[in-house]
Antibody, heavy 119, light 110 residues
Framework: EVQLVESGGGLVQPGRSLRLSCTAS????????MSWVRQAPGKGLEWVGF??????????EYAASVKGRFTISRDDSKSIAYLQMNSLKTEDTAVYYC??????????WGQGSLVTVSS | QSALTQPASVSGSPGQSITISCTGT?????????VSWYQQHPGKAPKLMIY???NRPSGVPDRFSGSKSGNTASLTISGLQAEDEADYYC??????????FGTGTKVTVL
């Protein structure tokens, strides 16, 4: 059974940093791209970014709203994907979902981790 | 990249059919057969319902179907059931090698 479990969320002040982790199980982690999607309170889904598999160079792509501030990485030996968030803004407040990216669809989702950016 | 356009709400009675539209541009929906649809119940994570325009993952009822014409994709729910009441989002791959979601549609079963 595929499982994705996010951790690391919480309350952080504007301008500070936070790192989310996504621990995967139930599939060969290294074979898949991994993506992050967020949802602000009461709002819709927003794609954040993704990291390709090692086969494709572990290259990354990001939404314009987070490019230059957020970094996605992965550790295939531990089956973990990370989302490093720097220079956080109040508008980054959201539930952050880790997803598996199979071809061009987000086929499995974690339960989400709430990040609140507030002073 | 602007969000894909969906109607804010759609409603129907049990047993009826409803269709949700998802309008983009030639750089996303119209340019690729990489449109997917997600169902989200309150307080839950989204669930993949349709991928690559019209394919259903294992376990998704065949009441759910997808299609595309030009820059607009559609999700049809036939034989609407109470448990179909949820938010639905479309998503598309884009020419910038990124992804974009739709604005979301709240489906109400009357």
């Amino acid at each position: 059974e595929v499982q994705l479990v996010e951790s690391g969320g919480g309350l952080v002040q504007p301008g500070r940093s936070l790192r989310l982790s996504c621990t995967a199980s139930g599939f060969t982690f290294g074979d898949y791209a991994m993506s992050w999607v967020r949802q602000a309170p009461g709002k819709g889904l927003e794609w954040v970014g993704f990291i390709r598999s090692k086969t494709y160079g572990e290259t990354t792509e990001y939404a314009a709203s987070v490019k230059g501030r957020f970094t996605i990485s992965r550790d295939d030996s531990k089956s973990i994907a990370y989302l490093q968030m720097n220079s956080l803004k109040t508008e980054d407040t959201a539930v952050y979902y880790c997803t598996r990216l199979a071809a061009a669809q987000f086929d499995y989702w974690g339960q989400g981790s709430l990040v609140t950016v507030s002073s | 990249q602007s969000a894909l356009t969906q109607p804010a709400s759609v409603s129907g009675s049990p047993g009826q059919s409803i269709t949700i539209s998802c309008t983009g541009t030639g750089s996303d929906v119209g340019g690729y057969n990489y449109v997917s649809w997600y169902q989200q119940h309150p307080g839950k994570a989204p669930k993949l319902m349709i991928y690559e325009v019209y394919n259903r993952p294992s376990g998704v009822p065949d009441r759910f179907s997808g299609s595309k014409s030009g820059n607009t994709a559609s999700l049809t729910i036939s034989g609407l059931q109470a448990e179909d009441e949820a938010d639905y989002y479309c998503s598309s791959y884009t020419s910038s090698t990124t992804y974009v979601f739709g604005t979301g549609t709240k489906v109400t079963v009357l």
